[in-house]
């Protein structure tokens, strides 16, 4: 009897977080077995970040000096150069449209095949995008053939017509061209800009939340990006103008100190509800870096940082009313980022929204770095998870990197696309 051992390949995938007040780097290699795939990851380091606000590179020189001092630290770390990246995009900037993409079947027998679905979704790219904006991503939501509506997986089926709605995801032009010089002048290449929360929500959650229902909220420092799935599909994307560090500046305010006093008082004294904390109980500021000895009243701050998180917490249920889903999300709400770590986040949001709420970490990583239990990094260990899943095909006119990997309605839709693309390369 012969025995045949599956064969295996193993690559490095880089995934590049860059935020308004820190920069992750997260490498992972990516063992892939048949069908089978496995990401370890092989480490993640975590630098300051300048250049950049709300999303924005503001200066060039400053965002690649943060950026050169964290490859140079991951470097250190595998053993091994970086050469290329998943590079992660955030802010208000960015902007979401539904369109709408029809066209005939073109075989004579109406049998639907993978060029239909290339020729409708590039139907749907074909409105003009707003000014000064260009796209991130289309995100095929749901195909209807013939008037059939709901259908996940068109080709095989017999039809006239095939429709697809998709969410088509923009950012603004001078920024990609800003952060895409930024990490050139580094020395490495960008394997594609992704849209950050997308890829944060395809490692933190399970296919079964976004059948249900669930939200994914990225808490940054100066923003906060929300992201809505039901039947597997993407329903709603915002982006929110508050973030941590609103609720540092805050606390600066109320204790008329400075916004580095603030900021370890937030994190070893905050909690999102002051129900939690005793009015009797105090703080001498010596203990996190003041030079003068002076006590300030816990739950005062808990007062300060709860008026925040209500404020933050209106703008995502308003998001909620928007979209018809208030109260109304199974799988709850997952926070994520350096601004869910404030204690007490997931009962304040329980209690507030009314709906099941949890911290998400990455999902079916393994590692040895702590890293993988640190919400900070969801977002960059996504972005490993997303390239890893990315089989692209270069010479496509659809980019298939722009489809979301977890997308339940393009799983099937975008290996058939593979398989057509890849007949054309020569």
């Known amino acids: 009897m012969a025995w045949f051992k599956e064969k295996q390949s193993t690559h490095i ?66 053993g091994t150069p ?14 979401a449209q539904s369109q709408r993409g029809v066209v005939a079947v073109a075989r004579q027998n109406g049998e639907i095949g993978a060029e239909d679905v290339v020729r409708a979704v590039e139907a749907a790219k ?57 990490v050139y002048r580094t020395g490495i290449e960008i394997n594609d800009l992704v849209l950050s929360i997308l890829a944060t929500a395809s490692i933190v959650t399970t296919p079964k939340q976004k059948d249900l229902g669930v939200a994914v909220v990225n808490i940054g420092g100066t923003t906060t990006s929300l992201v809505v799935y039901e ?17 540092t500046n805050d606390i600066a305010i109320g204790l008329r100190t400075n916004i580095e006093i603030a900021e370890q008082v937030k994190i070893h004294y905050g909690d999102a509800l002051a129900k939690h904390v005793s009015k009797r ?10 030079d003068v000895s002076e006590e300030v009243s816990r739950h005062f701050v808990a007062q300060i940082i709860e008026a925040r998180v209500s404020e933050l917490f209106e703008k995502i249920d308003a998001a909620l009313v928007s979209i018809h889903r208030k109260r109304m ?65 270069p010479t496509t006119h659809v980019s298939l990197r722009q489809l979301a990997p977890s997308s339940s309605a393009l799983r099937a839709v975008a290996d058939h696309i593979k398989k057509f693309m890849k007949a054309l390369v020569p």
Do not use: C
Not at 231 to 247: D, R, Y
Not at 281 to 289: A, F, P, Q, R, S
């Open 13 to 78: 995938v880089t995934g590049i977080d860059i935020g308004s007040t820190s920069i992750r780097i997260a490498v992972g290699e990516v063992t892939q077995s048949g069908h089978q795939q496995t990401i370890q990851l092989l480490g993640a380091v975590e630098v300051p970040s300048v250049g950049v606000q709300r999303g924005i590179v503001t200066s060039i020189e400053e965002s690649v000096s943060a950026l050169s001092s964290g490859l140079e630290q991951i470097e250190r770390i595998i």
């Open 82 to 95: 970086v050469e290329r990246a998943w590079v992660g995009l955030t802010g208000a900037h960015i902007i």
């Open 281 to 290: 109980e105090k703080i001498d500021l010596t203990t996190v870096g003041s």
């Open 329 to 393: 999300l199974p799988a709850g709400i997952v926070f994520t980022g350096g601004g869910a770590k404030l204690d007490g986040l997931v009962e304040a949001a329980k209690e507030m929204l009314e709906l099941p709420a949890s911290l998400g970490y990455p999902i079916d990583v393994v590692s040895v770095s702590d890293k993988v239990h640190d919400v900070s990094f969801s977002t960059a260990i996504g972005l490993v998870y997303w390239g890893a899943h990315m089989d692209v095909v």
């Open 126 to 182: 074909a409105i003009a995008p707003p000014l000064n904006y260009e796209m991130i991503h289309i995100l095929p939501r749901r195909f209807t053939v013939d008037g059939q509506v709901g259908v996940t997986d068109p080709i095989g089926m017999t039809g006239i017509r095939l429709e697809v709605d998709t969410h088509i995801i923009h950012g603004l032009t001078t920024h990609l061209k800003n952060i895409t010089k930024a």
């Open 231 to 247: 039947e597997g599909e993407v329903l709603h994307i915002a982006t929110i103008p508050i973030g941590s560090e609103h609720i």
